[in-house]
């Protein structure tokens, strides 16, 4: 199966893009490579629904203030992980009307030197709801809002002529249906499938839906959540570039989807003198494949195994070098 490709597209348009941001391993919180935003490394920021996988650690060592009016969209965290303040002083603040889960096996903790029991803290709409000096709070907690849907992960990606649209919820309330909206210019919306919801949902939830007529050049969907009352939300907005050319993209990984047992190939357009580092990870951030290639030219490919150990899901390959990072979601199935 060919390919064809997805492109983030950077916004010259004044639209709002909220993304869902997964940790992809423990780190800083302000450093790029601790997650995954709408498929590709980056920070979480105003609006955002943001997860810190199991396993993980995230550190908060400078100042995250997203409160209004800096930030007037709300924005939901969940901990599934650890979310750690190792410095006196920096603080969480979140707009109103969000919300912050930890969930069972979940921590908030401040590991920061003796003293200075107000100088973390988390806050949201004013409200200070955990400060370091009420010590380690674990799950199951919730502050401020609950997140109705707990979205995970939504994307898109190109393949051959279509778009394979995913996403993938931790959890559901009073969820009635899904509906996917396209637009040519992020402003004016169109209805192209209608989706039931789960209902009422604890555990993870993948769902994948294929637009058939894509629009060719750039275009825009977004996920809209509706609840048996009638209330609705809406999710992240994720740019597609659909073309029918076959120019080259600085990464492209294919056949994809790839079933257990096959190699899949990665064409890049690093230097050949760059050290590679090529890392295959699940939206938990569990790493399947790390490896260093050293002197690959561009017209050359990486080839990776997918091991039948390897569960059928959605995953990333990241390609780093010394100042480049490309990222592209893969699908085994």
Request: one cysteine or more; a negative charge.
């Amino acid at each position: 199966m060919k390919l064809k490709h997805l492109t983030i597209i950077l916004f010259f348009i004044q639209i709002q893009v909220f993304a869902a941001c997964v940790s992809t391993g423990s780190g800083n919180w302000s450093n790029p490579l601790t997650w995954v935003c709408n498929g590709v490394p980056g920070v979480p920021g105003c609006g955002d629904t943001i997860t810190i996988a199991a396993g993980h650690t995230v550190t908060i060592i400078s100042q995250q203030d997203y409160s209004e009016p800096n930030c007037g969209s709300p924005m939901f965290i969940v901990v599934n992980g650890t979310l750690d303040f190792p410095v006196n002083g920096p603080k969480l603040q979140l707009p109103c009307n969000s919300g912050f889960t930890i969930n069972s096996g979940g921590s908030l903790t401040a590991s920061a030197p003796a003293g200075g029991g107000s100088a973390n803290f988390l806050e949201i709409c004013g409200t200070r709801y955990w400060r370091k000096a009420d010590g380690t709070q674990t799950g199951p907690i919730t502050y401020g809002e609950p997140l109705p849907i707990d979205l995970v992960y939504f994307d898109a990606l190109v393949i051959e002529n279509t778009v394979q649209l995913t996403w993938i919820t931790s959890s559901e309330i009073n969820n009635n249906y899904f509906t996917i909206e396209r637009s040519i210019d992020a402003k004016n919306w169109e209805e192209i499938l209608l989706v039931n919801g789960a209902g009422n949902s604890n555990q993870i939830i993948e769902y994948t839906e294929t637009d058939f007529n894509p629009i060719e050049g750039i275009s825009y969907y977004r996920l809209k959540q509706t609840d048996f009352d009638g209330r609705f939300e809406y999710f992240n907005i994720v740019p597609v570039k659909y073309s029918n050319s076959d120019d080259e993209d600085e990464l492209s990984i294919f056949p994809n989807p790839v079933r257990q047992g096959e190699n899949i190939s990665v064409s890049h357009s690093f230097n050949s003198t760059d050290e590679i580092l090529v890392v295959l990870r699940d939206l938990q951030g569990k790493e399947f494949y790390s490896k260093v290639h050293i002197n690959i030219n561009k017209d050359e490919l990486i080839g990776i195994p997918i091991d039948y150990k390897i569960p059928k899901g959605i995953y990333f390959i990241v390609a780093t070098s010394e100042n480049k990072i490309y990222s592209k979601k893969m699908i085994i199935k």
